[in-house]
């Protein structure tokens, strides 16, 4: 086992200066991304969550809050999934950082649709005279609430690419020294969480009770602006276009709208193979896309609900997941410090399981309508769930790509890990997708029979989903070679932490001194080179 490493300064001390500066860019942009990200989302989901109760009381129906509150989520995952399985051929013909930049770009201008659309039906700044926690939502825009779905599910086509490219490019940035990534994630994530972190109490404290949840992602589209144009300023690592040998003497048009699809399913062909053909990687399965579906319900499907059905109050659920991101800052954080001393992601995939079993205590918590420290009382027990999930993404994600990086040469057309990352995304967003609106209606009818009371509900989206979750992921941590061990210094017996270039340049050194020692009588011609 490695040598522990306390020192903040040592682990970023190994990065080049080039690469120093590239991260520096590239944390400034995510930060400013982050930030509106939260703002934009939490925004949203509380906005339709109050228009859709109060539509229902205007019109003396029952409720069908979460039940579309869970097909906008579902809807806008299943969008993400075009946009991640978009990216395995693009990043293969531009640089990552160009792609990003301008899906980021698109993403901002998408979200201000919504805002236009509000204030030209009538919708304008929450006025002063109503208190943080009123019901009086007529300063909304006067528009169908449906309408927000179809605006959303554009989003989620550009949201996709940028969550998948964040997971690619730090390869770019450092290599495949599985060391300098998983340094490298854990710097990024500790900065992405602290703007995810304050842009969660921001939206729930500040620009919701100020602006409304109609106008508090008003600053999205400026914060996206800033993040594209900065990570414009991103330097490749050599980076060299492919262009693919497909339909070659096509019309412009036609070759590009079919070449589209065929990289579609190529990608997807790909990514499915390399997972499901090897033990290596079909662990990563549930440890990846069943790990990140239960962090996203727990901030997506659970937060919503506590925070309307339990408190009252929609916007509260971004204080939830500000507790949320604080734990996930504490997790990348500590994989930064202790990098060395927890070497695979094995450990944290096991903690990351038993953490989810901490929201049994949900079916079972009665706080009182209204009162804001109750929220906080939730957000400080997602920090330990949080805190596992991070810990573990970190490493889990520093792991696939050192691995993959060892792949590229043995694809053509799509990247290799590229495929692999959307191909495990589409999955969490697949299972999210189906699963989102279902439990959405299972908690309305919950909540119209026992008049808004959710709690049994509760036992089964939150206990026994999550249950099953840590079941499955703690099973698959003991399928690689290796991993029966409580904490495993390798998988399989391969060394990460040295770049890809340097293993194949160090090779071709060893064997040229073999061919010279053979040359020179040193080494007989039956000897296997192995052995020197």
């Known amino acids: 086992m490695g ?41 949203l989901i509380a906005l339709a969550t109050n228009r859709y109760d109060a539509d229902a ?18 809807l806008n995952q299943a969008f ?213 579906y239960g962090h996203r319900y727990l901030e997506n499907g659970l937060s919503p609900i506590l925070a309307k059905r339990y408190l009252g109050e929609a916007s509260w659920s971004q204080i939830m997941v500000g507790g949320s991101n604080f734990g996930e800052l504490l997790g990348a954080l500590f994989v930064f410090l202790f990098t060395n001393l927890i070497t695979t992601p094995i450990p944290w995939l096991r903690f990351d399981a038993l953490t989810l079993l901490i929201v049994w205590y949900l079916p079972y918590f009665n706080p009182p309508k209204d009162q804001l420290s109750y929220a906080w009382r939730i957000a400080g027990s997602f920090i330990p769930i949080s805190f596992g999930w991070a810990a573990g993404d970190v490493s889990l994600a520093a792991y696939i790509q050192a691995s993959l990086a060892r792949k590229e040469s043995t694809t053509r057309n799509v990247s290799a890990l590229g495929s692999v990352m959307a191909f495990l995304y589409t999955t969490y967003i697949v299972i999210y997708a189906i699963t989102s609106p279902l439990l959405g209606t299972y908690v309305d009818n919950v909540s119209k029979a026992n008049d808004d009371d959710v709690s049994s509900a509760m036992v089964n989206i939150a206990g026994v989903q999550f249950t099953l979750i840590a079941v499955i992921m703690i099973a698959a941590t003991f399928v690689p070679k290796g991993a029966f061990a409580f904490n495993p210094d390798t998988l399989y017996g391969e060394r990460l932490d040295k770049d890809v270039d340097s293993e194949s340049s160090s090779d071709v050194d060893r064997s040229e001194i073999v061919n010279m020692e053979k040359k020179n009588g040193l080494v007989g011609a039956d000897t296997p080179p192995e052995k020197y």
Request: proline share 4%; hydrophobic share 45%; glycine share 8%.
């Open 3 to 43: 040598k522990m490493n306390f020192s903040v300064k040592e682990n970023w001390l190994m990065f080049t200066r080039e690469e120093k500066r590239n991260i520096a860019i590239y944390i400034l942009g995510i930060m400013c991304y982050k930030f509106g990200l939260e703002a934009f989302n939490g925004s």
């Open 57 to 74: 009381k205007a019109k003396g129906i029952t409720a069908i809050t979460f039940q579309r509150i869970g097909l906008l989520q579902g």
């Open 80 to 292: 993400q999934c075009v946009g991640s399985i978009l990216i395995a051929p693009l990043i293969k013909r531009f640089p990552t950082k160009n792609v990003l930049s301008m899906a980021v770009l698109v993403f901002g201008l998408l979200t201000a649709i919504l805002l236009i659309v509000d204030a030209a039906t009538g919708g304008t700044v929450k006025p002063s005279s109503l208190s943080k926690t009123s019901k009086d939502y007529s300063y909304y825009g006067d528009y169908n609430t449906d309408g927000i779905i179809p605006i959303f599910c554009i989003t989620g086509i550009a949201y996709g690419m940028v969550e998948l490219i964040r997971r690619v490019i730090p390869r770019d940035i450092v290599g495949g020294d599985v060391q300098k990534l998983r340094r490298m994630d854990a710097i990024v994530h500790i900065f992405y969480e602290i703007a995810g972190t304050s842009a969660s109490f921001c939206t729930a404290l500040a620009l919701i009770p100020r602006l409304g949840n109609n106008m508090a992602f008003i600053i999205t589209p400026i914060l996206f602006t800033i993040a594209s144009i900065t990570w414009f300023f991103v330097s490749t690592y050599g980076f060299k276009a492919e262009k693919p040998e497909n339909l070659k003497d096509q019309p412009g048009y036609l070759r590009a709208l079919l070449l589209g699809f065929i990289l579609f399913g190529e990608s997807v062909w790909t990514g499915a193979k390399i997972i499901f053909s090897s033990r290596k990687f079909c662990w990563l399965l549930p440890g990846y896309s069943f790990a990140l």
